[in-house]
């Protein structure tokens, strides 16, 4: 088969965003939240995690310390006992505790607005900053890259091969294909996409309505 010219790949892209957005239309960031700095521990929290598991916990978790201050002073042997029952809660439990100790001592007790300093927050990655830029502070920087999205954007091959285990190539690899007013969305409409039709193990693709610009279509 011939190479795709960028102008394909890029074409195909932005239709496959407007398919996204004609099925799912805005979609709600799927943690539970109410504030910037709730959102950060949140993202931090659901790192190889689903969602819903860091949405049981954190109604305690914040309940106990609502605010950067509180868990600041937290005892990480505290916090960890609240989120056991999340992947590697003892490291997230100390990463939310030095987070929230950061942002007291270097940003005056407000979650940073960049991502350059976002970044500096123990536990929070690329990945992370981006949401919280973009769901809390309506900044748009870049994309987030979780599991669905690597994963949607290989299948597509929206990104080459030698990327296929390095989400943060594969961002920069979107970001160039999508105008930036595509951006925003993809997060959410390609998460609700992976958990709805595009899965891990058994991609619905007799339900998928991108067969016919996916190189990956297995039709049973």
């Known amino acids: 088969m011939p190479r795709e010219t960028n102008a394909a790949k890029r074409e ?56 950067p201050e509180m868990l600041a002073s937290a005892s990480v042997s505290e916090v960890a006992e609240v989120i056991n029952s999340l992947g590697f809660y003892k490291t997230k439990a100390k990463h939310a505790v030095q987070t929230a100790q950061m942002i007291m001592a270097d940003f005056g007790g407000k979650v940073p607005q960049t991502m350059a300093e976002l970044t500096r927050l123990p536990g929070v990655g690329r990945k992370t900053a981006n949401i919280v830029l973009n769901v809390s502070f309506g900044i748009v920087e870049g994309i987030a890259v979780d599991t669905h999205v690597h994963r949607i954007a290989h299948r597509l091959k929206l990104s080459p091969k030698t990327h296929e285990n390095e989400p943060l190539k594969t961002e920069q690899d979107l970001l160039k294909v999508l105008p930036h007013e595509y951006w925003e969305s993809v997060n959410h409409q390609w998460i609700s996409f992976g958990r709805e039709i595009c899965q891990a193990r058994t991609p619905h693709c007799d339900k998928c309505p991108a067969t016919d610009i996916c190189p990956s279509v297995r039709m049973s």
């Open 12 to 67: 195909r892209a932005i239709e496959f965003c407007h398919r996204m957005n004609e099925r799912y239309g805005p979609v709600e960031c799927f943690l539970d939240y109410t504030t910037p700095f709730r959102l950060v521990i949140s993202v931090l929290l659901s790192a190889q995690t689903t969602d819903a598991q860091v949405n049981k916990v954190t109604p305690e978790l914040f309940r106990r310390w609502p605010e």
